[in-house]
């Protein structure tokens, strides 16, 4: 490049910064492509100098003043994309000085003009964002100048990669500048992808005025309670770092996190209305791909959902007709919701995946440079700096790209929990019947997060292969085709990991059937638990559910093992593929140098990771698959479409309510034959769903008459309203309903009330209107029931009404009915659970009085009413035998000339827990009640829980785990002391440290690219054959210890497995037994869910969750004890930085455990409402459907599904708060130790063997006390799980087990009851609800029962089997104390037919007998006797199921079958408690005839249903307030004029 003159001009000083001829200094092409001086100086430095002029004229654009909306997602791409840009042309400065290149003034001319460009131009990017572009995508000018730089990009590519290819990739600086090149374009990529996203970020910024007034049109109705909504309007280092959620952490730390309340709002993006909003409108457009009427349909939307918050989110049906579900498929509507966000973030993985392997590349030359002597300093120095910053960014990358993913997640989970519960509210009765409450229950629970879990573990599926082919491609660098070799056993073992993951998923799929079968079973339990304790069941149900846990732990265990066999086989893999690669090396005539074992085990570790991952990510994408398969099914339900049901043709008659022409019905589904399942509370008096069914209904009814609906048990008069409110499929015929559009005021026999106060559950969601509301409740006989209850209508009622009594429970859904205040009442025997008097009142001042003027159907039993009614209509097996007026229909209904004293109270039930007297917001409050109770373990785990796991485990096996994970770890930290003193004593022979073989299971949890280490370039040492024989040594030491780890890995796998199985055995033993000995008083007053958690959530992460955790946390501790020692052994200089690095980790990490585990009892907490809301609006479907109150309960659901996303997004922001804190003392750690090494090679005082193994430990030690912080919390986390089931195992109330006297088999033999001074009190505090009653029952004697409503008449059974004991006084049969007596041998000496006829989902059999004691013949007469012979035969005989519990029969027909289990029995003393309640009086005049002849020697105690049915007892005991008033023969007392008796009798009379 010689200079021809002395003069220095343009062309000299162009020649000399392009190093070019000076003939021609300005090459346009060179070497088959454009010159790097065009290229640098015009397409590169240029470019963006015009970029930094025209970026810093933006940059003084005028700011608001105001700024409400929240910022678009595409300025934060562009932003994040424009630092690192900067951040990249700086690194490639610092490369292009090391390398000293000919052409050095042209690389430092472009790369500072980029940084300059680039610095400038992440200004002008903040500046515009406070300015009126903020919600616009910015100036045009700037993307076009960007496009313009890709030229530039591209010819630079181009040229890197021929160098790459002309040197080979020992240039090691070269493929690095390569790298940040590719870098460099993805971020371009990126920046002009932040161009695509909409400028609109929520609703609220599409209704801003104008740019300069950004002031809400219409002012959100959302409550923020003045709580602070995280993360939007923060700065970018606050998002960067999560500063905006330190006071959140802060106030955890004090405690002070309690309520779902205390933490932050959702950002408004994340709000689960916005969420719905956006996920309905694609929803929409995949209805629509050609966007056929939209802008009208959206408009729409927008009104309903900002004016009144009626919009509910999944509605194409209702809005596309002629449109079907199946058109729309769940994953292509997710894909259009959160597709290109989610893609995108993938771009983030990238970068900070080719990041982190610049990190291993500078570190090989930083070991290169301690080995080398005389090195210069500038090389140490510029190999740290590189390694700070491409460590630094690849952590802040990582971070930011798993908190995104996490939010682009929990939207997703939004959007489709409230599809599911949309469409629960929608589909058709019938083909909802397919599926049981529990399945339907899990799609919203377990199948949603199995999909959403797809959303973390997706970009894994390309990443994990991307790591094998890189790693696969240094290994080829290093061996040549000998790598095939090892890496064939490898590939041979993908089958074999093909076939544990197959069989792990074969295994889960058995283990999650029994699982279902066992908490299905359990919830039977829990709901008949009443049931099961007066017939002295608990032993034969522990026995099932001990079976059906038997069945889910052998495949539990055959999991465990599968997984030890994982476990194992990682830990062996290494060694192998690394001794079968060394021998395939050899044979193909090479030289084994040390540096090739280094090299070769450090690259066959990286490829351990993506093969044994893959087979797991692949198995999360199936599980994900199956479960969108299953509520794709779900969604794809038949809808009611009621326009299509109901004939749209208005009637001839104009007054006609109700017209029916010809209508058939029937419970299946028309397209299904094979459904025989129905809907959960609509078949009262239906028969068996296999027949059953209504045809050829002819019926007009007139508006406002009343029409009485009568008819034998099962007739189908249930069914009848069924059809009318649209829930059965209708067959044939035309039904018309006038004014269906205002809903009906539906009652229906099974009365479901709401978990809420009296008020709320009348109310409805309806304004109180004080007035009507008390008529209602008076109407309704409610007062006096209101005055007994401690809190009056703001007193709570448990789940399914559990603290009221039956009466109180069918007045209270009644008045719910009433308070509706609409056209059409559909009445379902609302009479047949309240005594004479009360029934009285409800015919004349409810149905006769407030609702005199409205149309009102009742169905019922109680034929002295009938004649009150306009029209009366006779059914007998769904057909409508007769319609008249009542003295022509009456005539065909045999009546007997009786009256009802039914009087259904319990009084215990009626009472409910002091604790709930005072409800002030209601619908909060009483979920923030059972908070308080499930949060009363506050703060920190007590050493108990650890030791109640430990206990569980076994001592011994314990003991035996923690030994053969301490001589694991042993033996992995000596095999690596041995190759540091392996290289120190072969230094002569020039090779050089490369890596240490990686801990398989640290590995297995969290091996990163920063364990590499690569040797320098081989310098081609020769080996002595004397040398091979001491290679030969050190190899053979090497894997006698590799093969003892791999040993002790196994033993510590197997023994954790089965100490894991263990556990899990001895803890759900432990709660069950401890759940059914509780007393009734534990179950009235605890939530069904909550005890249902403890069997399902809870054991589950004691079978699964807590021993993955434990077995990590483990050995991250072991792992850390381990690397502390052999560091500070080798490098004493690392505890410089190590101890103050150490405290702000200790503080760090307390600081976040407390919020973190407060957070996480939080979301627990607030996801129980939103299932438990989920089954309560399964269970009442009907009445809210028929009453029009979906959206309602749409909007309920939301409010509670963004309380727990709140929980859930605060929790997974916590976490990536520790994260992003972690990464960067790494960072310092990591940088620490390379400058510690540059010094300590100045000073030459440097063993090589020792600082490269100090140093690889220092690296991996990062991320080990990450692990470590978080296996922590999480096992903290999982041992709560214990901590709940330790609760229920030892802390709740049992009845006492306990006998002092044992008594003979034949005991009682006479029958003879005493009740001597009896006292009881349900709680202290309460009123006695038997107040010394003293009275004696001969043996063989029949006693009637009666008494108003809370006189003491079901307490007196309670005491009796003692599901309550006695506060004063005593029992005695026979003269014995029943005190004194064990509870089983008294309850089994008892027979009792209860008042709710409780039935589980098994066979007629099992039901009836389910010990099995009495032979088919004697099950067939109990049946006949109780008129249930041929319905029994119908459904198929003992052996055919009676449903879910016992919806197959109709609830007359259910008691029926709890009679004939009496009529079974040989007790000498027979309790009976209102056992005919919904039966016609001609089947309980049947029924009373076969219970005098089949006990009339033995003792019978009967609480009257019918006052006929007791008047030929031996004598009637009546009851009130607790005492006895009157007891002797009716006889007797009907002479007596002050009879109290005699005044119930004319009471009933005077009604007939």
């Given at each position: 490049m010689g200079r021809n003159t002395g003069v220095f001009g343009p062309a000299e000083f162009i020649s000399e910064l392009c190093h070019t001829n000076v003939d021609r200094p300005f090459p346009l092409w060179q070497n088959g492509t454009i010159s790097p001086c065009v290229n640098q100086l015009l397409l590169g430095s240029l470019l963006h100098a015009a970029i930094a002029i025209i970026s810093a004229c933006y940059i003084s654009v005028p700011r608001l003043s105001h700024i409400v909306s929240?910022?678009?997602i595409g300025w934060g791409f562009r932003t994040a994309s424009t630092v690192l840009l900067a951040l990249l042309f700086l690194g490639d400065l610092v490369l292009v000085f090391e390398l000293q290149a000919p052409d050095i003034y042209l690389d430092v001319l472009a790369d500072g003009c980029g940084i300059l460009a680039w610095m400038v131009h992440f200004g002008a990017v903040l500046a515009l964002q406070r300015t009126v572009y903020r919600r616009t995508r910015g100036p045009a000018v700037l993307p076009v100048l960007l496009i313009l730089s890709i030229p530039n990009l591209v010819f630079t590519l181009t040229a890197y990669i021929q160098e790459v290819n002309h040197f080979g990739v020992s240039e090691h600086l070269q493929v690095v500048r390569l790298a940040l090149t590719v870098t460099r374009a993805a971020l371009v990529l990126v920046y002009l992808l932040g161009y695509i996203f909409p400028c609109y970020r929520t609703q609220r910024d599409l209704l801003s005025c104008n740019a300069e007034d950004v002031a809400p049109l219409i002012v959100s109705f959302e409550p923020d309670g003045g709580v602070t909504v995280a993360e939007d309007g923060c700065s970018w280092l606050s998002r960067l770092l999560y500063l905006w959620l330190n006071p959140l952490l802060t106030r955890g730390k004090h405690g002070?996190?309690?309520?779902?309340?205390?933490?932050?709002?959702?950002?408004?993006?994340?709000?689960?209305?916005?969420?719905?909003?956006?996920?309905?409108?694609?929803?929409q457009k995949c209805v629509h791909p050609r966007g056929q009427e939209k802008p009208e349909r959206l408009d729409r939307l927008s009104r309903g959902n900002l004016q009144d918050h009626s919009w509910s989110e999944a509605e194409p049906e209702r809005i596309c007709e002629g449109v079907t579900q199946h058109d729309v498929k769940l994953l292509q509507v997710l894909h259009k919701a959160f597709g290109l966000r989610y893609y995108l973030l993938g771009v983030l993985k990238l970068v900070a995946s080719m990041l982190a392997f610049a990190g291993p590349l500078l570190l090989g030359e930083l070991v290169g440079f301690m080995e080398t002597e005389g090195a210069p300093l500038s090389k140490g120095v510029?190999?740290?700096?590189?390694?700070?910053?491409?460590?630094?960014?690849?952590?802040?990358?990582?971070?930011?790209?798993?908190y995104e993913v996490s939010k682009v997640a929990l939207e997703a989970r939004a959007a489709v929990i409230s599809t599911i519960y949309s469409k629960a509210l929608k589909v058709s009765g019938s083909a909802l019947a397919r599926f049981n409450m529990g399945e339907v229950v899990n799609f919203m629970s377990t199948d949603t997060d199995r999909v959403v879990n797809f959303f973390n573990s997706f970009h894994e599926v390309w990443s994990l292969p991307f790591q094998f082919v890189l790693a696969l491609y240094l290994l080829y660098l290093q061996v040549g085709v000998a790598f095939l070799g090892g890496v064939g056993v490898a590939v041979l073992l993908v089958p074999l990991n093909k076939v544990l993951a197959s069989r792990i998923l074969e295994n889960n799929k058995h283990m999650l059937l029994h699982k279902d079968g066992r908490v299905k079973l359990m919830t039977e339990i829990l709901f008949g638990i009443r049931v099961l304790k007066y017939y002295n069941w608990e032993e034969h149900f522990t026995q099932k559910i001990a079976e059906a846990r038997k069945k889910e732990l052998h495949h539990l265990k055959i999991l465990k093992y599968l997984d030890a066999v994982c476990v194992y086989t990682w830990a062996a893999l290494p060694v192998v593929i690394s001794i079968l690669t060394f021998i395939t090396y050899v044979l193909l005539g090479n030289n084994l140098t040390a540096a090739r074992v280094f090299s070769t085990l450090a690259l066959v570790g990286m490829l351990i990771l993506p093969l044994n991952a893959f087979p797991w990510v692949l198995n999360g994408t199936l599980e994900?698959?199956?479960?969108?398969?299953?509520?794709?099914?779900?969604?794809?339900?038949?809808?009611?479409?009621?326009t299509v049901y109901y004939t749209q043709v208005c009637p001839e008659d104009p007054l006609s309510a109700v017209q029916m022409d010809q209508a058939s019905f029937s419970w299946k589904q028309s397209e299904d034959p094979d459904s025989v399942s129905v809907p959960h509370d609509k078949t009262e008096d239906g028969s068996p769903a296999r027949s059953f069914y209504l045809h050829a209904l002819n019926l007009s009814i007139k508006r406002g008459s009343l029409v009485a609906v009568v008819g034998k048990v099962g007739c189908g008069k249930s069914s009848l309203l069924a059809a009318i409110t649209g829930e059965l499929?209708?067959?044939?015929?035309?039904?018309?309903?006038?004014?269906?559009?205002?809903g009906f005021g539906l009652a229906v026999q099974e009365p479901w009330i709401q978990h809420a106060t009296v008020q709320d559950n009348i109310l409805f969601g309806r304004d109180l209107d004080s007035m009507f509301y008390q008529a209602v409740i008076e109407a309704c006989a409610l007062a006096d029931d209101l005055n007994i209850l401690p809190g009056g209508d703001q007193t709570e009622v448990g789940e399914n009404g559990v603290t009221l009594s039956g009466g109180q429970k069918s007045r209270l859904a009644l008045a719910r009915a009433v308070y509706m205040d609409k056209e059409i009442y559909l009445l379902d025997d609302p009479l047949a659970a309240v005594d004479a008097d009360v029934a009285h009142h409800l015919m004349e001042k409810c149905i006769?009085?407030?609702?005199?003027?409205?149309?009102?159907?009742?169905?019922?039993?109680?034929i002295e009413f009938v004649d009150k009614a306009d029209v009366v209509v006779l059914m007998d097996n769904g057909m409508i035998v007769k319609t008249g007026t009542p003295n022509e229909v009456l005539s065909l209904v045999k009546t007997p000339k009786d009256s009802k004293n039914n009087s259904n109270a319990k009084e215990k039930d009626a009472i409910v827990r002091e604790e709930e007297e005072e409800v002030n917001e209601p619908e909060l409050e009483s979920e923030l009640k059972m908070f308080g109770e499930e949060q009363k373990q506050m703060g920190k785990l007590s050493w108990a829980v650890y030791c109640s796991y430990w206990r569980a485990v076994g001592g011994c096996l314990a003991v035996a785990v923690l030994l053969s994970l301490f001589l694991m770890q042993v033996t992995k930290n000596v095999s690596d002391w041995w190759l540091s003193h392996w290289i120190s004593h072969m230094k002569d022979n020039t090779t050089e440290l490369v890596s240490l073989s990686a801990d398989p299971l640290f590995t297995l949890a969290f091996l990163s690219p920063e364990r590499l280490i690569f040797h320098a370039p081989d310098r081609g040492s020769q080996t002595s054959g004397n040398m091979s024989s001491e290679l030969k040594f050190y190899m053979t030491v090497y894997g006698s210890l590799a093969g003892a780890n791999t040993v002790f890995t196994a033993a510590r796998a197997f023994l954790f497995a089965y100490g894991a199985i263990c556990a899990a055995t001895v803890v759900h033993k432990r709660l069950l037994s401890s759940v059914l000995k509780a007393t009734m008083t534990f179950f009235d007053t605890t939530p069904l869910g909550r005890i249902l958690n403890r069997f399902s959530s809870d054991i589950n992460c004691v079978d699964d969750s807590l021993p993955f955790v434990l077995n990590i946390l483990l050995a991250n501790v072991f792992g850390l004890l381990g690397m502390l020692i052999v560091m500070t052994y080798g490098l004493p200089w690392v505890l410089l930085p190590l101890v103050p690095l150490g405290v702000l980790y200790y503080q760090t990490?307390?600081?976040?455990?407390?919020?973190?585990?407060?957070?996480?009892?939080?979301?627990?907490?607030?996801?129980?409402?939103v299932y438990s809301h989920f089954s309560e609006t399964l269970s009442g479907l009907s009445t809210v459907r028929a009453s029009g109150h979906t959206t309602r309960f749409e909007e309920e659901n939301e409010r509670r599904l963004e309380q727990n996303q709140r929980c859930l997004f605060n929790s997974n922001a916590a976490m990536q708060w520790l994260d992003i804190r972690l990464q960067m003392i790494g960072v310092t750690v990591v940088t620490g130790i390379s400058v510690i090494a540059v010094i300590q090679h100045q000073l030459k005082s440097i063993d090589p063997g020792l600082v490269g193994l100090s140093l690889s430990y220092a690296l991996s030690i990062?991320?080990?006390?990450?692990?470590?912080?978080?296996?922590?919390?999480?096992?903290?986390?999982?041992?709560?799980?214990?901590?709940?089931?330790?609760?229920?195992?030892?802390?709740?109330?049992?009845?006492?087990?306990?006998?002092?006297?044992?008594?003979?088999?034949?005991?009682?033999e006479k029958g003879r009851v005493e009740f001597v001074g009896a006292v009881l009190a349900y709680r202290p505090g309460l009123p006695n609800a038997l107040d010394g009653v003293s009275l004696e029952v001969l043996p063989g004697e029949s006693v009637g029962i009666v008494g108003r409503t809370g006189s003491g008449k079901s307490s007196l059974f309670l005491a009796l089997f003692r599901m309550v004991e006695l506060n004063q006084g005593q029992i005695l049969l026979d003269g014995i104390d029943i005190s004194s007596v064990r509870l089983s041998n008294l309850r089994s000496k008892l027979a009792i037919i209860p008042q709710d006829p409780f039935l589980f989902s098994s066979s007629v059999r099992e039901n009836l007998d389910p010990h099995g004691h009495h032979p088919d013949f004697q099950l067939l007469e109990a049946l006949e006797q109780c008129h249930l012979g041929d319905v029994v035969q119908r459904m198929g005989g003992l052996d055919s199921e009676v449903g879910e519990r016992g919806k197959s029969l109709s609830v007359g027909q259910r008691q029926l079958l709890c009679l004939a289990r009496a009529l079974l029995t040989e007790a000498n003393i027979l309790c009976i408690d209102e056992a005919t309640a919904s039966v016609d009086q001609k089947t309980d005049m049947l029924l009373q005839k076969t219970i005098r002849e089949k006990f009339k020697d033995k003792t019978v105690l009967t609480i009257a249903h019918r006052l006929n049915t007791i008047m030929d007892s031996d004598r009637v005991l009546v009851m009130h307030a607790g005492k006895v008033v009157e007891f002797d023969s009716p006889a007797a007392l009907c002479q007596r004029e002050d009879s109290v008796f005699q005044k119930l009798l004319r009471g009933g009379e005077e009604h007939v």
């Open positions: 929240s910022l678009p002070e996190l309690e309520r779902p309340c205390d933490v932050f709002q959702l950002p408004h993006r994340l709000r689960t209305k916005a969420v719905n909003l956006r996920f309905y409108q694609c929803w510029w190999c740290t700096v590189g390694l700070f910053s491409s460590t630094f960014l690849a952590a802040l990358l990582r971070n930011v790209f798993v994900a698959k199956v479960s969108l398969d299953r509520i794709q099914r779900f969604l794809t339900l038949q809808d009611q479409d009621l499929t209708r067959c044939g015929g035309e039904v018309s309903v006038q004014g269906r559009e205002q006769l009085g407030i609702l005199k003027n409205k149309t009102r159907i009742l169905c019922t039993h109680r990490q307390c600081f976040y455990r407390h919020s973190s585990r407060e957070l996480k009892r939080l979301c627990s907490l607030t996801l129980s409402p990062t991320n080990l006390l990450s692990g470590l912080i978080f296996s922590f919390a999480q096992t903290e986390m999982q041992l709560v799980s214990i901590e709940r089931t330790e609760e229920y195992s030892t802390n709740i109330p049992q009845e006492p087990q306990h006998a002092s006297i044992e008594v003979l088999d034949s005991w009682p």
